[in-house]
C-alpha cells in the first residue's frame, strides 16, 4: 500500500460550478478550512469546472460570494480545473507510456451492448476490459480511442480513512476507467488526483458520498507512484426527517440563508457542531473552533438539520453582534420595503434603539420586523392586540400624558420617572399607561421598554404619534 505523503498541512475545497454552494459544501469547506487553520497549514481552493456544459461563470461567483460571506478566504488564488487540461492529458500519455493505460477504440454502442448484458446477468455495469491487451492493429477505422487505467485485478485496494476507520474493496470489484475521452478531454476521476498531486494536497476531506471514487483514484496514485494524500470522508447531511437534504427542508443555498436574516458566524457555529463533537459547548466562536477542530471529533453518522437549533444560535450571535453593523443591516434590509420614510432621522433612531431591538429578535429579517415601527409615517399599522388597547379611556389618558410628556426632557431616566409619576398620579399600575403608550408609539404589543422607546423616537415624533392615536376619530 503507498504511504501518504508527510509534510505541511495543505486542504482544499473543490466545487463544481453547476449550481449553488449548498450547505453540504459549505460544512464541507468549513471543515477544510478550520483543519488547515488548526495545523498551521494552507486552505486551497480549487473550482472543478471541466463540465463546460453546465459551469457556468454565475455559479461560479455564487461559490466564491458564498465563502467570501462565510468568511473561508482561500490562502491562494483560486485554481480553475479547466486550465489544467493539458496537465491532465500529460499525466494520462506518461501512463500510456509506461504501461499503465491502454487505448480503448469500443464505440458507445458496444459500451451501452456491455451495460444491458451485465444488468441482465445480475452483475454490476463494468467494462469488461476487452482492449486491455488486444492488438491496436486491430482498431475500428475512423474511432478516436479513450484511454483506460490497467487497474489491478488481484488483492485489494485500502483507504485508511481519517473518519471512516480503514475501509477495503476487492480489486475485482473496479473495473478499468477512462482517463482520458476519446475526445481528448480528461474524465472528472483522472483529472482530481493530477490536481492534488500538484497542488501538494496532503488531506482530501469531502463528503462520504466520495468514498468509492477514492478507491478508483488511489489507482492513478498507484500508476503514477505518487504518495496519496490522507483521506477523510464525513458523513452528509440529511434533513430532519432523515431524508437527503432537498428543497423542501427549507433552505440549502448558503446565500439563501444569508438573506434570511442568518449570520456567518452563527451558520459556521452551527455547521461546526454538524457532525463533529467537543463536549457540551455550543457557541464557538472562530478562533476557539481553530483551536479545538481536529477530525477525531467527526462522527460517522449523518447529521439531520435542525432549523430551530440554528435559529437559537443565531439569536445567541446576533444579541453579542455590533450595534452598528446591525443598524446597517437594518436598514439595509428596510430600505427594500414599501411607504417607509428611511432617512437620517430614522437611521438615528434605529441606532438609538438597537440595543434593545435585538435582545428580541432572532434574524435579522425579525429585527427588520422589529425595527420597521420607528421608520414608518403615520397612520401606523395596528395589530390587532395594540388596537384593542386604545378603547376611549386610554385616548383620553394619552392626550393627558403628552402634556406631560412634553414637559420633560426625551432620556429614558427622566421619560421613565415621569411615566411612575403619571400612573401614580392616576392611581394604576405603571402597565397600564406604559401599554396604551407602547401600542400608540408602536403599533404593536411588545418593543424594547418604553422610555428607550420613546427616547429613540424624540419628542417631535413621539407626540405626532400619541396626537395621531390620542384625536377621538383616530
Same mark, same amino acid.
Given at each position: ?57 454565475? @455559479? ?241 453518522? @449523518? ?117 411612575? @409619576? ?53
Amino acid at each position: 500500500m503507498l504511504q501518504p505523503r508527510a509534510m505541511t498541512v495543505r486542504t482544499r475545497f473543490a466545487p463544481s460550478p453547476t449550481g449553488m454552494l449548498h450547505i453540504g459544501g459549505a460544512r464541507t469547506a468549513l471543515f477544510n478550512y478550520l483543519f488547515a487553520r488548526h495545523h498551521g497549514g494552507t486552505f486551497l481552493l480549487r473550482i472543478e469546472d471541466t463540465d463546460r456544459e453546465r459551469s457556468t461563470e454565475a @455559479a461560479t461567483q455564487v461559490i466564491l460570494d458564498g465563502l467570501a460571506w462565510l468568511g473561508l478566504d482561500p490562502d491562494e488564488a483560486p485554481v480553475f480545473q479547466s486550465t489544467r487540461q493539458a496537465r491532465h492529458a500529460e499525466v494520462a500519455m506518461q501512463m500510456l507510456a509506461a504501461g499503465h493505460a491502454y487505448r480503448c477504440w469500443c464505440t458507445p454502442a458496444e459500451l451501452q451492448q456491455m451495460r444491458e448484458r451485465a444488468l441482465a446477468e445480475g452483475r454490476p455495469p463494468r467494462y469488461d476490459g476487452r482492449w486491455r491487451g488486444r492488438d491496436p492493429a486491430e482498431a475500428p477505422p475512423g474511432v478516436a480511442p479513450a484511454i483506460r487505467i490497467k487497474a489491478p485485478r488481484d488483492g485489494e485496494t485500502v483507504v485508511p480513512d481519517l473518519v471512516q476507520g480503514e475501509v477495503r474493496v476487492a480489486n475485482a470489484e473496479l473495473d478499468d476507467m477512462i482517463i482520458l475521452r476519446s475526445d481528448g478531454t480528461p474524465t472528472y476521476l483522472h483529472a482530481v488526483v493530477v490536481d492534488d498531486h500538484d497542488m501538494a494536497v496532503t488531506h482530501v476531506i469531502r463528503g462520504d458520498d466520495h468514498l468509492t471514487n477514492t478507491f478508483r483514484q488511489l489507482q492513478v496514485y498507484r500508476a503514477m507512484g505518487w504518495a496519496p494524500p490522507q483521506f477523510a470522508h464525513i458523513p452528509l447531511i440529511h434533513g430532519a426527517d432523515g431524508a437527503k437534504l432537498s428543497k423542501r427542508h427549507g433552505a440549502v443555498s448558503v446565500l439563501e440563508f444569508r438573506e434570511q436574516g442568518f449570520l456567518p458566524e452563527a451558520l459556521c457555529n452551527y455547521l461546526l457542531r454538524l457532525g463533529w463533537a467537543h463536549g457540551d459547548q455550543e457557541i464557538l466562536s472562530r478562533e476557539q473552533a481553530i483551536a479545538l477542530f481536529d477530525l477525531d471529533g467527526v462522527g460517522r453518522a @449523518a447529521s439531520r438539520m435542525d432549523y430551530a437549533k440554528l435559529t437559537h444560535i443565531n439569536a445567541v450571535w446576533l444579541r453579542a453582534a455590533d450595534d452598528a453593523f446591525l443598524t446597517r443591516e437594518t436598514l439595509r434590509r428596510l430600505a427594500h420595503r414599501p411607504n417607509l420614510a428611511l432617512g437620517t432621522a430614522a437611521a438615528h433612531r434605529v441606532a438609538v434603539l438597537m440595543p434593545g431591538l435585538k435582545e428580541r429578535a432572532r434574524t435579522l429579517i425579525e429585527l427588520a420586523d422589529a425595527a420597521a415601527f420607528l421608520v414608518h409615517p403615520l397612520p401606523l399599522p395596528m395589530e390587532p392586540k395594540a388596537a384593542a388597547l386604545l378603547t376611549p379611556e386610554a385616548r383620553l389618558m394619552l392626550r393627558e400624558l403628552a402634556d406631560v410628556l412634553a414637559a420633560t426632557d426625551f432620556t429614558p431616566p427622566v421619560v421613565h420617572a415621569a411615566l411612575r @409619576a403619571f400612573a401614580e398620579a392616576r392611581g394604576v399600575k405603571l402597565a397600564q399607561a406604559a401599554q396604551p403608550l407602547r401600542a400608540a408609539l408602536t403599533g404593536s404589543t411588545a418593543s424594547p421598554p418604553i422610555d428607550t422607546t420613546v427616547a429613540a423616537l424624540g419628542r417631535e415624533e413621539t407626540l405626532a404619534r400619541i396626537a395621531a392615536m390620542a384625536s377621538p376619530g383616530s
